[in-house]
């Protein structure tokens, strides 16, 4: 069955410093990956998402993520954190079914604090 | 509407008592989910509809869990003879169209649950 792992379940960095959230899946097939983000109290917004293509995809907030295949990874980066990063972040894949639908399986979130 | 709307976004209840909860998707969005998000855990699948059917219902916790969806539209997610287990935030997702593993969820603000 097709899962995602978010290794660190809470990060916490400093204003300023870099970030990278770790994730890794379990697909057959060329995975469909995003990266959702949670900030307390609302829904889920979508940060990136990868499908084909080039590896390094951008997103919205500056994040960045890189797909590789080679690792099953699809960790999310950026440069400099600010403190409105606070929040959680879900890494997810898309799974295909047969029968003609997909829904997205979850990784279990990992909780970034950020540190003035 | 402009986006998911979900209602109520709080509600606590007895237990023992059957809670309703409502999913408003985007117009146009044939594929609905409800996911259960539980303190400190990930996002877990409950169930799929695309239109007003419901293929996949593997991920309903038990028989006192049940879903319909009406008119491709509002879906209520219905939980009778609530427990404490159950108290959880329930997000609804929706998008265009299902099958194809490209396509962006949109996700409610969430109805978070709370049985006393």
């Known amino acids: 069955a097709q899962s995602v792992t978010q290794p660190d379940i809470h990060i916490t960095v400093s204003e300023g410093a870099s970030l990278e959230l770790r994730c890794n899946y379990s697909?057959?097939?060329?995975?469909?990956l995003f990266w959702y983000v949670q900030s307390p109290g609302q829904g889920l917004q979508l940060l990136l998402k990868?499908?084909?293509?080039?590896?390094l995809v951008q997103g919205i907030k500056g994040f960045e993520a890189e797909f590789k295949r080679s690792q099953s990874s699809f960790n999310l980066r950026k440069p400099s954190v600010h403190w409105s990063d606070a929040a959680e972040y879900f890494c997810?894949?898309?799974?295909?079914?047969?029968?003609?639908?997909?829904?997205?399986?979850f990784g279990a979130g990992t909780r970034l604090a950020v540190h003035p | 509407g402009a986006g998911v709307s979900q209602s109520p976004s709080n509600k606590v209840t007895e237990k023992g008592k059957d809670v309703e909860l409502r999913c408003d998707p985007i117009?146009?969005?044939?594929?609905l989910y409800w996911y259960r998000q539980s303190l400190g855990q990930g996002l877990e699948f409950l169930i799929y509809?695309?239109?007003?059917?419901?293929?996949?219902k593997s991920g309903l916790p038990s028989d006192r869990f049940s879903a319909e969806r009406t008119g491709g539209s509002v879906s209520t997610l219905t939980i009778q003879r609530t427990q404490q287990e159950d108290s959880a935030v329930y997000l609804c997702?929706?998008?265009?169209?299902?099958?194809?593993?490209?396509?962006?969820?949109?996700f409610g603000q969430g109805t978070r649950l709370t049985v006393v």
């Open positions: 997702a929706s998008s265009l169209m299902a099958g194809t593993g490209d396509t962006e969820a949109f």
């Open positions: 697909y057959g097939a060329t995975p469909y």
């Open positions: 990868y499908f084909s293509g080039d590896t």
């Open positions: 997810a894949v898309d799974q295909v079914l047969s029968g003609g639908y997909n829904k997205l399986i």
């Open positions: 117009s146009g969005h044939t594929a």
């Open positions: 509809f695309q239109g007003n059917s419901a293929p996949d």
